[in-house]
C-alpha cells in the first residue's frame, strides 16, 4: 500500500524534537511522500531545510496563507514570488480565504488570493485553497477566470455537497482529512456523494488528528486512519482508497 499526505506542516516547531522520528514512522505506516504546502515568508526556511534533508519524501509548496495576510500583503507577495524563481515549488498553496476569525483584510485576502492564482495559472501550477466561510468568495473568483479548468486541492475540506461538486466541476480534488473521522461531523455524508477519483487524502500535521488520535499532535502517519474512513463510507478495501487517492495525488503535482 502506497499513501501521500497532501497536506502538512512538520516543518513546524511543534515536530523540532522529533522530525526525523516522525517521517520515518509515516514511512512505516506506508505513506511515501508528504506535500509540504507553504505557510508565509517567515516557514519557507524551516520548510525548505526539511525538503533538502528528505527530497525524496518531502514535496514543497509556496504561498501566502490567508491568515498571515495584512496590510502588508503586497510586499509578502512579492517576496513569495520571488522565492518561486529560486527553487523547485509543486504547486501555489497555501492560499485562499479565511472568514471566520475576522474579516478585517477582506478585501486583502481577496486580492492576494487572485494574484497567487493568477500566478499559477501562469505556470501551468496548481493550487492549494485554504477555503473557511468563505466559499462563496472563492467561487467567485475562480469563476472569474472564465473557460479555465483548474488543478489543485480544495484542502481541508467542510463544504456541503453542493460545494463539493461545484469543486470538482472546477477541476479540483477534495481533501479529505481528520475531520472525516469525527462524529457528527456530517463530513462522511458529503465524502460518500463524491467520486474516489475526486478525493486525496491529507492530515493537515500537527492539526485535526483523526480518531483515534483525536486531541493529540497529528503526524503523517495518522493518514491511516482516514483512509480507513473513506474505505468504510465507500464500502471498499483501504487499498482500493490509497491506490486511486495516491494516483490523483501524483497527477495534481506532477510528482511520481
Sequence with gaps: MNL????????????DSDVDEVIKNAGNNSVSKIILPNIDNSSLGRMNRLV???????FPLVGLHPSSVD???????????KVFETGKYFGIGE???????????????INAFTRQVEFALERNLPVVIHARESFDEIFTILKSFKGIIFSGIFHAFTGNIQQAKKAVSLGFKIGIGGIVTFKNAGLDRVVKEIDLNHLVLETDSPYLAPAPKRGKRNESAFIKY????????????????????TTNACEVFNIV
Design 226 to 245: 482516514i483512509a480507513e474512513k473513506v474505505a468504510d463510507i465507500h464500502q471498499t478495501s483501504v487499498e482500493k482508497v490509497a491506490s486511486v487517492t
Design 71 to 81: 496590510e502588508n500583503y503586497t510586499e509578502e507577495l512579492n517576496k513569495i514570488f
Design 52 to 58: 533538502s534533508k528528505y527530497p525524496d519524501i518531502c
Design 4 to 15: 501521500i499526505d497532501t497536506h502538512s506542516h512538520i516543518y513546524l516547531p511543534e515536530f
Design 95 to 109: 492560499i485562499g480565504i479565511d472568514l471566520y476569525w475576522e474579516k478585517k483584510f477582506k478585501a486583502q485576502q
